[in-house]
């Protein structure tokens, strides 16, 4: 199976409701990324097109834009933390036996999913915040409080998966990046 196959037809590695969980949070995360750059492209494009054979941009397309990032944006942090795909500084890791990349991917896991909770924590005060103050998009009219709640929920689905890639690892005798990613390099020749 290549990658992009075990990307496509992903199923978490952890046992019972968690797998279960893990595996529906990724089908959602993939529709929502897959929607978000579809949409993003479908506006740029458009806006494109009638900026030059109207003369005039589509007037909310920048707006548009600016919530379809957000959303790709901490809709993609889970996405990639499920998938192993985010970036380490492996030196000290990459010379430790086994047993020590195992304790200490356990440790990093868990202080990354701390971190998530605490940046959720503060990503709601942040909305509630914005929320009091009324803000509203010029063109389309949403209030601002509505597209930024794409954060917390990026911060709630990552600080989950890193929980769920230490709970792998402390019940699993392989080292795992994430629930469904085996630590390990792979070989860079081709197949035949």
């Given at each position: 199976?290549?990658?992009?196959?075990?990307?496509?037809?992903?199923?978490?590695?952890?046992?019972?409701?968690?797998?279960?969980?893990?595996?529906?949070?990724?089908?959602?995360?993939?529709?929502?990324?897959?929607?978000?750059?579809?949409?993003?492209?479908?506006?740029?494009?458009?806006?494109?097109?009638?900026?030059?054979?109207?003369?005039?941009?589509?007037?909310?397309?920048?707006?548009?834009?600016?919530?379809?990032?957000?959303?790709?944006?901490?809709?993609?942090?889970?996405?990639?933390?499920?998938?192993?795909?985010?970036?380490?500084?492996?030196?000290?890791?990459?010379?430790?036996?086994?047993?020590?990349?195992?304790?200490?991917?356990?440790?990093?896991?868990?202080?990354?999913?701390?971190?998530?909770?605490?940046?959720?924590?503060?990503s709601v005060f942040y909305i509630i915040d914005l929320y009091s103050k009324g803000r509203v998009l010029p063109s389309m009219g949403l209030p601002i409080w509505?597209?930024?709640?794409?954060?917390?929920?990026?911060?709630?689905?990552?600080?989950?998966?890193?929980?769920?890639?230490?709970?792998?690892?402390?019940?699993?005798?392989?080292?795992?990046?994430?629930?469904?990613?085996?630590?390990?390099?792979?070989?860079?020749?081709?197949?035949?």
């Open positions: 199976m290549t990658e992009e196959e075990s990307e496509k037809s992903y199923r978490s590695g952890l046992p019972g409701i968690l797998g279960v969980v893990d595996t529906v949070i990724s089908k959602i995360e993939s529709v929502i990324l897959a929607l978000g750059v579809l949409l993003m492209a479908l506006n740029t494009v458009t806006n494109v097109v009638s900026r030059f054979v109207f003369g005039n941009s589509i007037m909310f397309s920048g707006e548009l834009n600016r919530i379809l990032i957000i959303m790709i944006t901490f809709a993609g942090i889970g996405y990639a933390a499920r998938h192993g795909r985010h970036i380490r500084m492996s030196a000290i890791y990459d010379a430790l036996p086994t047993g020590g990349r195992k304790v200490l991917m356990i440790v990093i896991a868990l202080f990354t999913s701390m971190v998530m909770f605490f940046l959720l924590y503060y509505m597209i930024y709640l794409w954060v917390p929920m990026g911060f709630l689905i990552t600080g989950i998966q890193y929980l769920l890639t230490a709970i792998k690892n402390m019940t699993s005798r392989d080292v795992y990046l994430s629930t469904g990613v085996v630590d390990g390099y792979k070989d860079t020749e081709t197949e035949v």
